[in-house]
């Protein structure tokens, strides 16, 4: 097992998350979920804020710590407007807060945290293009409610495509084990 850490496996604090949860009581102290880049929950902070910064407090090897990180918000073109953090270390926007464990929150960027998507292997990448394409689409295979015919035969495509390409990769493999097997018998 890689001992590197990479972004997926990280607490994460999700800008909107935090915006829908501190809602109408700005100020007031709100206990909000730290989640891993898949969902699972890792803990939990403190955070209370106005419209422009919040304050989030969380613990680092036993030891309380709190940091004022800014919120920015850039317009929608249909009105409204989208939240960021202003990561507090090196000062881009992003809609994630990554917590490491050895310092403060920032971004994935400054905290030089890839994806492990971006460090997988041709099979692994083929798995995990399979497996996107099957949450695509509902349970059995079947178009989701609400999904347009065309999109949900263009998924449908993608996924016999990337199928096809996992079996192609996994031939020689395959083939390997057959091999071995005669040899043993």
């Not at 304050?55 to 939240?83: F, I, K, N, W």
């Not at 996107?132 to 449908?156: I, Q, S």
């Amino acid at each position: 097992m890689n001992s590197y850490l990479f972004a997926d496996d990280l607490p994460v604090l999700d800008i909107n998350r935090v915006i829908r949860q501190i809602g109408a009581t700005p100020y007031k102290p709100t206990s909000v979920a730290l989640t891993d880049l898949p969902g699972q929950q890792l803990g939990s902070v403190t955070v209370a804020g106005a419209h422009d910064w919040v304050s989030v407090s969380y613990q680092v090897a036993d030891q309380a710590r709190r940091a004022r990180v800014g919120v920015e918000r850039t317009p929608c073109h249909l009105g409204g407007s989208r939240p960021w953090w202003r990561c507090p270390r090196c000062g881009r926007r992003a809609a994630l807060l990554v917590f490491d464990e050895r310092a403060a929150p920032g971004c994935r960027g400054c905290l030089q945290r890839p994806y492990s998507v971006q460090h997988a292997g041709d099979l692994e990448a083929m798995a995990l293009r399979v497996a996107r394409a099957r949450r695509w689409l509902g349970p059995g295979g079947r178009r989701p409610r609400g999904m347009r015919w065309p999109t949900y035969r263009r998924l449908l495509a993608r996924l016999a495509a990337a199928e096809a390409d996992m079996c192609a990769a996994l031939a020689p493999l395959r083939d390997r084990c057959r091999e071995a097997r005669e040899v043993v018998k």
